[in-house]
């Protein structure tokens, strides 16, 4: 059974910064297409990035603008978001997911597997 645990979150003033933390257990997780997502109430989960098992990464620039970062170390089966010069409109939910089919993709469909979130919350 594969489980993801995000941890990380919390308040941050804007222009601060956090880095969120994504463990999985089970499975193989070098293998896995991994990804962070947002979402806030009342809408759709959004995209912000993903990375392949090899370092391939696809991101929404239109959502982060060269201020956040997505890495992963194999080693120690975990996923980063550092996410820099936040802003109010960052506050989101935030959750990790991952999938097994190496699609590196925005679509929140083809992620099999799902954290339970972080919550992230920008003060102006």
């Known amino acids: 059974q594969v489980q993801l645990i995000e941890s990380g979150g919390g308040l941050a003033q804007a222009g601060g910064s956090l880095n969120l933390s994504c463990l999985v257990s089970?499975?193989?997780?070098?293998?896995?297409?991994m990804a962070w997502f947002r979402q806030v109430p009342e809408k759709d989960r959004e995209f912000v990035a993903a990375?392949?098992?090899?370092?391939?990464?696809?991101t929404n620039e239109d959502t982060i603008q060269g201020r956040f970062a997505i890495s992963r170390d194999n080693t120690k089966n975990t996923l980063y978001l550092q996410m820099n010069r936040l802003k109010p409109e960052d506050t989101a939910v935030y959750y990790c997911?991952?999938?097994?089919?190496?699609?590196?993709?925005?679509?929140?469909?083809?992620?099999?597997?799902w954290g339970q979130g972080t919550q992230v919350t920008v003060s102006s």
């Open positions: 089970g499975g193989t997780f070098s293998t896995y297409v």
């Open positions: 990375i392949h098992g090899f370092g391939g990464r696809l």
């Open positions: 997911a991952a999938n097994d089919k190496h699609r590196v993709t925005m679509e929140p469909s083809a992620y099999e597997y």
